[in-house]
């Protein structure tokens, strides 16, 4: 699947600039960027839902599964956007 060569090295761009945020997000807006970033690179979740006690895997899977059906480029502008939102110096 291709993609803009331009998106592609603004989404790279913003991954590296999300490890510069001088504020760790909201549980809310990790949730969002793993979910972005997941649709982005690997498209639609497909395994299995990790077990009732696996919290953390749920709540990610989940986020995810929201974005079905979204394209990876649309993916990568959502997580450029929600990178765009983050506390920097």
Not at 22 to 35: G, I, K
Not at 72 to 81: H, L, N, S
């Amino acid at each position: 699947m291709a993609t803009d060569s331009t998106l592609q090295t603004q989404f790279e761009a913003a991954q590296a600039q999300a490890k510069t945020a001088t504020q760790r997000p909201d549980n809310d807006t990790l949730l969002s960027l793993y979910a972005y970033f997941k649709q982005a690179t690997l498209g639609d979740a497909g395994d299995e839902r990790p077990g009732t006690f696996d919290f953390v895997g749920r709540a990610k899977y989940d986020a995810w599964l929201k974005l079905k059906g979204t394209a990876p480029e649309e993916a990568m502008r959502g997580y450029i956007f929600v990178v765009a939102g983050l506390d920097y110096d």
